[in-house]
T-cell receptor, first 112, second 113 residues
Framework: GESVGLHLPTLSVQEGDNSIINCAYSNSASDYFIWYKQESGKGPQFIIDIRSNMDKRQGQRVTVLLNKTVKHLSLQIAATQPGDSAVYFCAESNQAGTALIFGKGTTLSVSS | DGGITQSPKYLFRKEGQNVTLSCEQNLNHDAMYWYRQDPGQGLRLIYYSQIVNDFQKGDIAEGYSVSREKKESFPLTVTSAQKNPTAFYLC????????????FGPGTRLTVL
């Protein structure tokens, strides 16, 4: 069935380092991918998204890379700050294009 | 929280009782969604609605019901048939179904006593 997963459940970095969070997806027909940040007890917040006709998209301190050949998605955070500590979820559009499928999340811990 | 409100923030219910969670959006979005999140887990889709008076089951619809009588509102009822209802419930909306950013509410934490 459809599934979206992350390679590592936790990631610990030092303040100022660059962080890379990975995600593997299974549906080769997915045309939309998105990253969310969720702080404890709150709803997820949009970080960045990318459509399947692109390989890379940049935002403020964040970059999303899409490798359709190996069905891999990554989120890069530059100069990671303590405020970046949260759970990060990737999601892809389902086969019907009617909903998003979420991965289990990676917990990013930033120490100063 | 992007124009989506959920109430209440915390909800306690006794076993065997039905309970309704509220979700309202003022973003003029057509599509709305309900997710369940368990500790340390991702979001699982319960129900979604692409348009008023229409909704579809998600991956874990058993024990839940919804209605979509107004564009702005998508309430979720957790029925007594739901075997393990204690969880964090998140509502979201999007301008287009599926292939578009979803905006999330702050969530409702339901605890069954």
């Amino acid at each position: 069935g459809e599934s979206v997963g992350l390679h590592l459940p936790t990631l610990s970095v030092q303040e100022g380092d660059n962080s890379i969070i990975n995600c593997a997806y299974s549906n080769s027909a997915s045309d939309y991918f998105i990253w969310y940040k969720q702080e404890s007890g709150k709803g997820p917040q949009f970080i960045i998204d990318i459509r399947s006709n692109m390989d890379k998209r940049q935002g403020q301190r964040v970059t999303v890379l899409l490798n359709k050949t190996v069905k891999h998605l990554s989120l890069q955070i530059a100069a990671t700050q303590p405020g970046d500590s949260a759970v990060y979820f990737c999601a892809e559009s389902n086969q019907a294009g009617t909903a998003l499928i979420f991965g289990k999340g990676t917990t990013l811990s930033v120490s100063s | 929280d992007g124009g989506i409100t959920q109430s209440p923030k915390y909800l306690f219910r006794k076993e065997g009782q039905n309970v309704t969670l509220s979700c309202e959006q003022n973003l003029n979005h057509d599509a709305m969604y309900w997710y369940r999140q368990d500790p340390g887990q991702g979001l699982r889709l319960i129900y979604y609605s692409q348009i008023v008076n229409d909704f579809q089951k998600g991956d874990i619809a058993e024990g839940y019901s919804v209605s979509r009588e107004k564009k702005e509102s998508f309430p979720l009822t957790v029925t007594s048939a739901q075997k393990n209802p204690t969880a964090f419930y998140l509502c979201a909306s999007s301008g287009r179904q599926g292939s578009d950013e979803q905006f999330f509410g702050p969530g409702t934490r339901l605890t069954v006593l």
